[in-house]
């Protein structure tokens, strides 16, 4: 009985995300609310302007990066934290004109090695 109701609860919490990001991407595209979004499962692909960035075989590894609140490694962490970089650099190319500098300067990934070598990304992903 009791993973029943825990299971309800969480499905429930899903549905009323989902629901939320469907309003909030909804009224940036209706230009209610100026902004973008991008989330840890996003692919850098679905942006009009983007550099480099995780897809295939990584991606797929960072959709399944444990939430379990332990202690990542460096590289797992650098890992992260380029996808997050680049995540970010393409939205606000793509669709933050109303909401940072134009032309947007260039950046610098966290670390450009892991970024560019998806062996090695997936390497420290473990």
Do not use: C
Not at 9 to 19: F, M, R, T, Y
Not at 38 to 43: I, P
Not at 84 to 96: C, F
Not at 98 to 109: F, R
């Amino acid at each position: 009985m009791v993973p029943r109701l825990l299971r309800s609860q969480e499905v429930i919490g899903n549905q009323a995300l989902a629901l939320r990001k469907r309003w909030l991407i909804s009224s940036f595209e209706n230009k209610i609310y100026d902004g973008t979004y991008w989330g840890v499962a996003t692919e850098i692909e679905n942006y009009s302007q983007h550099g480099t960035g995780y897809s295939g075989e990584v991606l797929a590894k960072l959709r399944e990066v444990r939430t379990d609140l332990n202690v990542f490694t460096p590289g797992e962490q650098l890992v992260l934290m380029n996808h997050g970089w680049a995540l970010t650099d393409a939205a606000l190319r793509s669709h933050g004109s109303a909401v940072v500098t134009s032309p947007l300067p260039p950046g610098q990934p966290p670390d450009a090695r892991l970024l560019n070598d998806p062996a090695e990304a997936l390497k420290a992903l473990g």
